[in-house]
């Protein structure tokens, strides 16, 4: 019912930047809440920033000022501007969608991933 494709990753040199696009498709959905994630080798998934369908924003504390989050609700797609990247930076990063249907309520979809690399 929803898909989502990510786009904008690649590799970067430390204090770089790249803008990450996520476009949710389909019908007979309205978008709710979007959100980043995004997982390292080794570690667990962890929320990177989220944004209301008001635009109410959360950070992931260690990247306040380096990451901003967008939306643009006509083209059901969410932005991750990321600045000042670090090595630590270095994930795969996931598109988050919460979305209203009704046949089914409220789930949840996810992207395929994208990879950020951050290395010199």
């Known amino acids: 019912q929803v898909q989502l494709v990510e786009s904008g990753g690649g590799l970067v040199q430390p204090g770089g930047s790249l803008r990450l696009s996520c476009a949710a498709s389909g019908s007979g959905f309205s978008i709710n809440a979007m959100a980043w994630f995004r997982q390292a080798p080794g570690k667990q998934r962890e929320l990177v920033a989220a944004?209301?369908?008001?635009?109410?924003?959360n950070y992931a504390d260690s990247l306040k000022g380096r990451f901003t989050i967008s939306r643009d609700n006509a083209k059901n797609t969410v932005y991750l501007q990321m600045n000042m990247l670090k090595p630590e930076d270095t994930a795969v990063y996931y598109c988050?969608?919460?979305?209203?249907?009704?046949?089914?309520?409220?789930?949840?979809?996810w992207g395929q991933g994208t990879q950020v690399t951050v290395s010199s």
């Open positions: 988050n969608t919460r979305a209203y249907s009704d046949y089914i309520g409220f789930h949840d979809y």
């Open positions: 944004i209301t369908s008001g635009g109410s924003t």
